[in-house]
């Protein structure tokens, strides 16, 4: 089982990125998937979360009305559209699968993580 998260980069604040995370090895379709973050030094935060058929979401507090979460129809892929980018939204990106089918926003309550992609906003 494998989560490849990629697209994160260097971008000015006011910019735009969009993550994406390919599944493979199992079928992701019946699970809600999500986004996390991570400074150096600093707990893992939750970003954004997607119900297993898409038709629900949620997401933290200090990127809503910017940051969309979606996934494609066979729900072995999803994206983060990142836009109105900060400098407090650099950190390490993390794809991960829940391990249920509704929107999940505990670190626990995923079972499987991608590497992660580093997200860098200049000022």
């Known amino acids: 089982v494998q989560l490849q998260a990629s697209g994160g980069g260097l971008v000015q604040a006011g910019g735009s990125l969009t993550l994406s995370c390919v599944a493979s090895?199992?079928?992701?379709?019946?699970?809600?998937i999500g986004w996390f973050r991570q400074v150096p030094g600093k707990e893992r935060q939750f970003v954004a979360s997607?119900?297993?058929?898409?038709?629900?979401?949620y997401y933290a507090d200090s990127v809503k009305g910017r940051f969309t979460i979606s996934r494609d129809y066979a729900g072995s892929t999803m994206y983060l559209q990142m836009n109105s980018l900060k400098p407090e939204d650099t950190a390490v990106y993390y794809c991960a699968a829940s391990r249920y089918s509704s929107v999940t926003t505990n670190s626990s309550g995923h079972r499987f993580w991608g590497q992660g992609t580093l997200v860098t906003v200049s000022s």
């Open positions: 997607i119900g297993w058929n898409g038709g629900t979401t």
């Open positions: 090895g199992r079928d992701f379709s019946t699970y809600a």
